[in-house]
């Protein structure tokens, strides 16, 4: 399977407030990327599921990555697997 990079965006409950979030992750399609969001919000702010909103997941190209780490990951022509 081929990674791709998907930006997420949604809101997120941060104490009596709502807070808008974009997050661009690596996943191999729509719904891991949306497990990954989860999973690194809610670890990240000590957040459930039910505080997590997503509203949007599309896949993105390489001209459209602001994350300078995934810009270097898309450049690897191949991962190494010790």
Same mark, same amino acid.
């Given at each position: ?14 104490? *009596? ?8 992750? %690596?996943? *191999? =399609? %729509? ?14 702010? =000590? ?20 994350? *300078? ?11 190494? =697997?010790?």
């Amino acid at each position: 399977m081929q990674v791709r990079i998907y930006r997420v965006i949604g809101h997120m409950r941060i104490g *009596t407030q709502w807070r808008k979030f974009t997050i661009e992750v %690596p996943a *191999t =399609k %729509p719904s891991e990327a949306i497990e990954k969001v989860y999973s690194d919000l809610g670890s990240r702010h =000590k957040l459930g599921r039910s505080l997590i909103r997503i509203e949007e997941v599309k896949e993105i190209g390489k001209d459209e990555i602001r994350r *300078t780490e995934l810009l270097q990951l898309m450049s690897l022509e191949s991962l190494i =697997k010790w």
